[in-house]
């Protein structure tokens, strides 16, 4: 499992932003810290009630030029619709292939809907140098990160960046 310290995986997927890009991590450290914010689908309530969350948060991210994505296994097109319909205002990476799940080692079944290899609810913050400062991870999907604690650690990595520069 990816943990504090590691270098996070390297990764390419569709960025759902309103239209569909290609984001790749290791292209986009300049905008570190990077808050990876996994959750298993979207339009369920506990996914929808974790984005909006996020949403509601923004300025303590954006306070500390910290970058917030989403990241499921949905398509980027549900994603942003998904996205419209919650005004979200960063955006959501599309693990459609499933890649990052299992990279990140936060991939899990449901098995009484039959879907396999959908995220867990997790949290990954990296930093400009593309090494993880902060790993959260929950078996429980209705679970929500503490965010007041996921703001603090995208801080102490924007601290850490900033006095590297």
């Known amino acids: ?3 504090v310290g590691d270098e996070a995986p390297d990764f390419t997927v569709p960025l759902a932003d ?3 890009e290609t984001f ?3 292209e986009n450290l300049d905008d570190a810290p990077l808050v990876l914010a996994f959750f298993p689908a979207a339009f369920t309530s506990t996914c929808t009630t974790e984005m909006c969350t996020f949403r509601d ?3 303590n991210f954006e306070e500390i030029d910290a970058t917030v994505y989403g990241v499921s296994i949905d398509t980027p097109f549900t994603l942003n619709e998904f996205r419209r319909q919650n005004d ?3 955006a959501l990476l599309s693990d459609t292939n499933r890649e990052l799940v299992h990279d990140y080692d ?3 079944d449901f098995t009484s809907a039959g879907v396999r290899d959908v995220a867990k609810r997790a949290v990954f913050v990296v930093d400009a140098d593309g090494t993880v400062t902060y790993r959260w991870v929950s078996d ?3 679970a929500e990160p503490d965010y007041d604690e996921v703001a603090e650690a995208a801080a102490a990595a924007s601290a850490s960046d900033s006095a590297r520069i």
Do not use: E, H, Q, Y
Request: charged residues 15%; glycine residues 4%; aromatic residues 4%.
């Open 24 to 26: 790749t991590l290791s």
């Open 57 to 59: 948060r923004m300025a």
């Open 1 to 3: 499992m990816v943990d």
């Open 18 to 20: 309103g239209s569909v």
């Open 140 to 142: 429980d999907p209705s």
């Open 106 to 108: 936060v991939a899990m």
């Open 88 to 90: 979200l205002n960063f």
